[in-house]
């Protein structure tokens, strides 16, 4: 099959676009550094010819509440326009766990509204609900961090790596479209706090975090389920300790 990648030059991309690439499928990595916008629209058309999967990895840019919104709406209608005229089969989104439970969040309402732009969009689609990425870990210390404290919610959460979130992807890439939600998990549940401070021992960093039920999560408040899967979610085999030895963090 030819499948397009949007953000196929991101964390995830990168190795989705191998995965592809090893299974024999033609692939084009599209990213606007590879001279396809999905905010602008260039490239688009001629990336989608032909193509049977479109697999929407981009991330906006700009994290601020406005921004995200505008980049995932523009964003979705170009990718779809451009879809529907190439006659794509099956369109394949990564979002989030608990995305549905967190629209106190800027970025999250971004999200919502773009899994709203998919269902209505007439193309069959898969949306795949990633939990948080082991790599993220270190930008949740930052966002809570003041001082030498980090102020981080008790809140539970499986996260995953970024290898078995690229993996799921692919197979969900080739496989027929669910037109729902399909959910992908790390295969330990651990608080959140308990988490981050662990990675920040692992790493060497002083700073210590402090449980608080109130501590924000890019502007939402948890509950200790927010960020859970339902039943029988697909689950990676990395862990955090197998996920840090194999990480340029450790190194």
Same mark, same amino acid.
């Given at each position: ?5 949007? /953000? ?6 990168? @190795? ?15 990213? #606007? +550094?590879?001279?396809?916008?999905? *905010?602008?629209?260039?490239? *688009? ?15 906006? #840019? ?8 505008? $980049?995932? &709406? ?9 879809? %529907? ?17 967190? +629209?106190?969040?800027?970025? $999250?309402?971004? @999200? ?11 193309? #069959? ?10 790599? $993220?870990?270190? /930008? ?11 102020? %981080?919610?008790? +809140?539970?959460?499986?996260? %995953? ?5 690229? +993996? ?16 992908? =998990?790390? #295969? ?12 920040? @021992? =692992? ?7 402090? &449980? ?5 999560? $890019? /502007? =939402? ?23 840090? =030895? ?6």
């Amino acid at each position: 099959m030819k499948i397009v990648v949007i /953000g196929g030059t991101g964390l995830i991309g990168t @190795k989705v676009v191998e995965k592809l690439k090893t299974q024999g499928h033609e692939v084009i990595a599209a990213a #606007p +550094a590879t001279g396809i916008n999905t *905010l602008t629209g260039e490239g *688009l058309s001629q990336a989608m010819a032909g193509t049977s999967v479109v697999v929407d990895l981009a991330n906006s #840019p700009s994290f601020a509440d406005k921004d995200v919104l505008e $980049f995932f &709406e523009t964003s979705g209608r170009n990718i779809f326009a451009a879809e %529907i005229a190439a006659g794509v089969l099956h369109h394949v989104a990564l979002s989030v766990v608990g995305t549905d439970r967190l +629209a106190q969040s800027g970025y $999250f309402r971004g @999200k919502i509204a773009q899994e709203k732009l998919i269902r209505e969009s007439g193309v #069959p689609y898969t949306i795949v609900h990633s939990t948080q990425f082991f790599e $993220f870990l270190g /930008g949740i210390a930052q966002a809570g961090s003041s001082g030498e404290t980090v102020q %981080i919610s008790p +809140a539970f959460f499986q996260p %995953i790596s970024s290898s078995d979130v690229a +993996a799921a992807v692919a197979d969900y890439a080739v496989g027929a479209p669910c037109n729902g939600i399909v959910e992908i =998990a790390g #295969p330990e549940c651990v608080k959140l706090s308990d988490l981050v401070q662990r990675y920040l @021992k =692992a790493i060497s960093d002083s700073r210590s975090v402090v &449980e608080d039920e109130h501590a924000l999560y $890019f /502007g =939402a408040e948890l509950k200790s389920d927010t960020l859970m899967p339902g039943v029988n979610p697909r689950l990676g085999a990395v862990n955090f300790d197998t996920w840090f =030895a194999q990480s340029h963090v450790s190194n």
